[in-house]
């Protein structure tokens, strides 16, 4: 496999309703970012891919205008994908390996205040059996909770740990929108949402927009002296329907993380995609992490959730703890699809 | 055996509330001023019309705003025979590229004040305005284009922008 490295990361400073802004005027500004914190020359970028859901603005080939931001002239080699840009990293490491290119633009970006996210992901369902129900993500999320709780013996205190922390960590994460210093007990006085998910274990709506720039070949020490490489990086899916799954354990977390090489040494930092607090549990399980691992310091997907970008923000997060925060080897998590039905893996390495 | 299930109904709804984004927000203000307003790209210099805050050549963020003339050109047109729209003139009735002087983008709009048939290339017209008790945040202040009678503008002078 040829080396790729991670040379640039930008975020927008997340908003929970963005009401000025549209998605160009949210993404310009953090694409140009990353270039710039790369150094390298916008022209000269080879391949360029981002990750969208058209379904969060209601407007098919919305993603078209978003290339708007990245200025597509004279023509350039372009991609997109309908899922978090996570995987549209994944694309663009894959074009990265032929060998010809040696640079690549990832942007994702979603706008989530301008609708009802928990609906409107209810259409990623299968449309016979489980969509005409609309079993909104809540509730989905819930089910796998439950399943969870009763499977591993933990308990809602054991979730709320997860919240709260995470309510904690995002507090010194400037692009945070939800944040404070919280306990386990202030998350277990809240009301459900759904038994047994409370507000704090449920992600808050957000605007945002992430990109990442990959580099790879002769171009790295031009950069960079300190490129964060991607070591192994690999994605597997479950089957759609959730009633076929056992929701208690995310097999194809477990199956991505053996391609991915996370056991062959020791892990700093995950920055895992859990939009609910337990799926940090199940996830952790899957990606074989133990006690010694810090888990999502910059709040996670808890405390900033612009769909469509959160699972590559999670990359741009664990790259940053090494490329400035002393880690020296981390593994980044996303997830798409209901109840964590398909999920990628990367080990990062400095 | 009963009949098999050929077509099942499944009501989708969603509903959204859109913003205009900053650009278009300025953009629609002007046209509650009775001015058509676009952005200056700052590398190509190029006048977007309506403008998205952004360069989609360069891909930076286009923040001067230059008003535009209300008269243009017609850089090509459909003639439409089918009506289905309340406010369109009766069939047939033209729908042009209207490329205001001052712009580098062409709007599309209706042409009327004149028989489809008449329609042409380098047409001259200018916009016509609703009654001013009626403008609101939409580009349909403008109601349509019509020929001013100067003569055709030379084919040079928009065909970049076909």
């Known amino acids: 496999m040829r080396d790729v490295a991670i040379v640039g990361f930008a975020q927008s400073k997340h908003l929970a309703a963005d009401t000025h802004r549209n998605e160009v005027e949210i993404l310009m500004p953090v694409v140009a970012e990353a270039i710039e914190r790369s150094g390298v020359d916008r022209k000269s970028i080879g391949f360029t891919c981002s990750g969208s859901c058209d379904y969060l603005i209601g407007a098919p080939f919305s993603f078209v205008q978003a290339l708007d931001a990245v200025g597509a002239w004279p023509p350039i080699q372009e991609s997109h994908v309908e899922m978090d840009a996570a995987w549209a990293l994944y694309e663009a490491w894959v074009r990265l390996q032929h060998g010809d290119l040696d640079s690549a633009l990832v942007y994702g970006f979603g706008k989530t205040s301008m609708g009802d996210v928990t609906e409107i992901m209810t259409l990623q369902l299968d449309p016979y059996y489980l969509a005409p129900l609309w079993p909104d993500t809540v509730s989905l999320a819930a089910l796998q909770a439950r399943a969870y709780l009763e499977a591993s013996g933990k308990s809602e205190r054991d979730t709320a740990e997860v919240a709260a922390r995470s309510s904690r960590d995002a507090a010194s994460n400037r692009n945070a929108v939800r944040s404070g210093d919280k306990s386990a007990d202030d998350v277990l006085a809240e009301s459900p949402v759904v038994s047994p998910l409370r507000p704090s274990d449920c992600p808050p709506v957000t605007d945002g927009a992430a990109a990442v720039i990959l580099a790879a070949g002769d171009l790295v020490p031009r950069l960079t002296d300190r490129p964060v490489w991607i070591r192994g990086i690999a994605h597997n899916v479950e089957p759609h329907s959730i009633g076929t799954r056992d929701l208690a354990q995310s097999r194809s977390t477990r199956a991505a993380a053996e391609k991915a090489g996370v056991s062959t040494g020791k892990i700093d930092v995950a920055e895992v995609h859990a939009q609910y607090s337990h799926e940090e549990l199940i996830l952790s399980d899957a990606l074989g992490l133990t006690n010694g691992v810090t888990m999502n310091p910059s709040g996670g997907a808890l405390g900033a959730n612009p769909v469509m970008a959160t699972g590559l923000i999670r990359v741009g997060e664990a790259a940053s703890r090494i490329a400035s925060d002393g880690a020296s080897r981390a593994v980044a998590h996303a997830a798409q699809g209901p109840c964590l039905q398909q999920n990628l893996v990367c080990v990062l390495e400095g | ?162």
């Open chain 2, 1 to 162: 055996m009963s009949e098999p299930v050929t077509v099942m109904n499944a009501p989708i709804r969603l509903d959204f509330e859109i913003g205009a984004g900053t650009a278009q927000s300025r953009y629609l203000k002007g046209l509650m001023e009775g001015k058509i307003r676009g952005q200056r790209c700052p590398v190509c210099k190029k006048v977007y019309l309506p403008p998205r805050g952004s360069c989609p050549t360069d891909g930076v963020p286009t923040e001067e705003e230059v008003e535009v003339a209300e008269t243009g050109t017609v850089t090509t047109f459909c003639v439409v025979n089918i009506a289905f729209s309340d406010r369109a003139p009766e069939v047939p009735y033209v729908c042009g590229q209207v490329l205001l002087d001052g712009a580098d983008t062409a709007l599309l709009a209706l042409v009327a004040g004149i028989k489809a048939e008449e329609c042409r290339m380098g047409l001259r017209v200018k916009a016509v305005w609703m009654p001013r008790d009626e403008w609101k945040y939409s580009s349909e202040n403008i109601k349509w284009f019509e020929p001013t009678g100067e003569p055709d503008a030379d084919y040079d002078t928009y065909k970049e922008y076909l």
